[in-house]
């Protein structure tokens, strides 16, 4: 990481060690993927993903299948094929990244975080986010904080 930080920049020394990261705790590997790199593979889902993320984060999955022109029943099927995720999980997922990064920007509150990821309940956006990245907002909160912390 020190010849990366080196040569590259402490940017991309920080990307590189959280694609290749070993954590002692048992965190899924999406808190440390850059947001969207799943996504970057192909046009149908980087289109989606800048609806969800930047134009409508509320979105249901009928209107994202309206907006990208398809029907609900092919959308399923190519997110399903892309990605192995049903058009309601690949919404879910992307505002959850959506508010990692914001989450990570200091000063955010949770509630103002959950409101642009397109939630109107506090609880609602906590149990997504529990259940996608394995600890609630506050403690990814920290969480983060720390680690960006240490890594300075």
């Known amino acids: 990481m020190h010849m990366i930080r080196r040569l590259a920049g402490a940017e991309v020394a920080k990307l590189a060690a959280n694609i290749s990261v070993a954590d002692s705790q048992s965190l899924p590997q999406l808190v440390y993927a850059p947001r969207g790199f799943i996504n970057t593979t192909d046009p149908l889902l980087l289109q989606a993903e800048q609806i969800i993320r930047h134009d409508e984060p509320g979105m ?91 890594s300075s």
């Open 60 to 150: 249901t999955a009928e209107r994202l299948a309206k907006a990208l022109n398809l029907s609900e029943r092919t959308l399923h099927r190519r997110l399903k094929d892309l990605v192995n995720e049903s058009p309601k999980a690949f919404i879910t997922r992307v505002r959850i990244e959506t508010a990692c990064m914001l989450l990570d920007t200091p000063g955010a509150s949770i509630k103002q975080v959950a409101t642009q990821c397109g939630y109107n309940d506090d609880t609602s956006f906590r149990r997504a986010f529990i259940q996608l990245i394995g600890m609630s907002p506050v403690d990814y909160k920290r969480w983060s904080n720390n680690r960006n912390i240490s």
